[in-house]
């Protein structure tokens, strides 16, 4: 017959046994739960210059090697590095079957750095794989040029084309509707790593399908010359003192020659 004393000994032991076994052995489930794979990859696709405070269009792709035995992907997205205050990523979390996800990330609002992580993860028969990667994105100042557009006509216009171009390439684009005797104001960023000195031409076209708007003085092309010249004060890249022409006003005119106005 065991002693009452060593049968007592031998329950604690048992029961220190299993608080020693248990916790490592869930520890160890819960970290089986998600492993990192070599064969999922993320890729984040868009502009690797952003202006300080501005925003941009990026597409966050993540696929798996062996994609048909995948049944969602996910992610989560955060901004690190130093003094990245105003930098943000929209959405910043989500689940896709295809793994395709639409990203709005606003610049730091100072120049340098801006790394945006990205932890995926992909659902596979009940086991979750997950990836971190991280993207550089160099947060720059930019010339801010704002067109303001004024509609005279007593009649709307409707999905107007408005570009701007400088020394001739095309830097941005948008679509603009305009009620009658109304003004729509746009701002685009010039955002570039370096520039040449001197002169450069800023151009913006308006594309009315209707063919009825055009610039106050008849046609639909309004250039400015701007000078760029520098203080030899770089800030990784980027003159942010020297630039003559930080921000001006373009004025443009819709004028609609078929439009009359009404009778009272």
């Known amino acids: 017959m065991i002693p009452r004393r060593m049968l007592s000994i031998g329950i604690i032991m048992v029961l220190l046994l299993c608080a020693l076994v248990f916790p490592l052995t869930a520890i160890d489930a819960r970290a089986a739960d998600a492993s990192e794979s070599m064969y999922l990859t993320v890729k984040l696709e868009g502009p690797s210059l952003l202006g300080a405070g501005v925003e941009g269009q990026y597409v966050l792709r993540v696929w798996y090697f062996f994609k048909e035995r995948i049944d969602n992907y996910s992610f989560t997205a955060s901004i690190v590095g130093d003094d990245v205050s105003g930098g943000a990523v929209s959405p910043n979390n ?6 395709v996800f639409n990203l709005t990330i606003t610049g730091a609002s100072k120049p340098g750095t801006m790394t945006v992580r990205i932890n995926a993860s992909a659902d596979e028969f009940g086991k979750t794989w997950y990836k971190v990667e991280e993207f550089d994105i160099e947060i720059v100042n930019s010339i801010v040029i704002k067109a303001a557009i004024e509609n005279k ?3 709307p216009v409707t999905n107007v084309s408005v570009k701007m171009l400088v020394d001739g390439t ?3 684009e948008r679509r603009v509707s305009i009620n009658p005797i ?4 746009l701002t685009f960023n010039w955002t570039f790593s370096s520039i040449p000195e001197g002169r450069h031409v ?5 594309d009315d399908p209707s063919g009825v708007a055009e610039f106050e003085e008849g ?3 309004l250039t400015k010359e701007v000078y760029y010249v520098t203080s030899g004060n770089w800030l990784r890249g980027v003159l942010a003192i020297g630039i003559m022409f930080i921000a001006f006003v373009l004025i443009m005119t819709l004028l609609q020659r078929s439009a009359k106005k009404p009778k009272s």
């Open 170 to 172: 095309l830097i941005d």
């Open 219 to 221: 046609n639909n092309v």
């Open 94 to 99: 989500g689940t896709s079957g295809k793994g």
């Open 202 to 206: 800023i151009t913006i076209i308006i």
């Open 182 to 185: 109304s003004r729509v104001d």
């Open 153 to 155: 006509g007593y009649a």
